[in-house]
Nanobody
Framework: QVQLVESGGGLVQAGGSLKLSCAAS????????MGWFRQAPGKEREFVAG????????DYADSVKGRFTISRDNAKNTVDLQMNSLKPEDTAVYFC????????????????WGQGTQVTVSS
């Protein structure tokens, strides 16, 4: 099992930026795809972004394409989510996730979840 700890959430005005970071413990991090999900109040958790074990392949939800960038550093066991041009509809709790799959991450592939970090975007 890998422990995931998110940081970097907070309150930001619309149009602003935030960078979320996820620190992982455990030896399986570098061989796992990683991702970010979010859950807004009253809504189901949804996929935001994913990155393959090597960092060569990334995937984004349509709602964040062109605004968010996922990256990873296997030497430091970290995965980041740079969020630019934030909108009020980006307000949610953001979760870091480790996939059982080396290449893709989706809800059903997640082996480990972080505790979540709150992102609030004011209009």
């Amino acid at each position: 099992q890998v422990q995931l700890v998110e940081s970097g959430g907070g309150l930001v005005q619309a149009g602003g930026s935030l960078k979320l970071s996820c620190a992982a413990s455990g030896r399986t991090f570098s061989s796992s795809a990683m991702g970010w999900f979010r859950q807004a109040p009253g809504k189901e958790r949804e996929f935001v972004a994913g990155i393959s074990w090597s960092g060569d392949t990334t995937d984004y939800a349509d709602s964040v394409k062109g605004r968010f960038t996922i990256s990873r550093d296997n030497a430091k066991n970290t995965v980041d989510l740079q969020m630019n041009s934030l909108k009020p509809e980006d307000t949610a709790v953001y979760f870091c996730a480790r996939s059982r799959n080396r290449y893709y991450v989706y809800e059903g592939s997640v082996a480990d979840w972080g505790q979540g970090t709150q992102v609030t975007v004011s209009s």
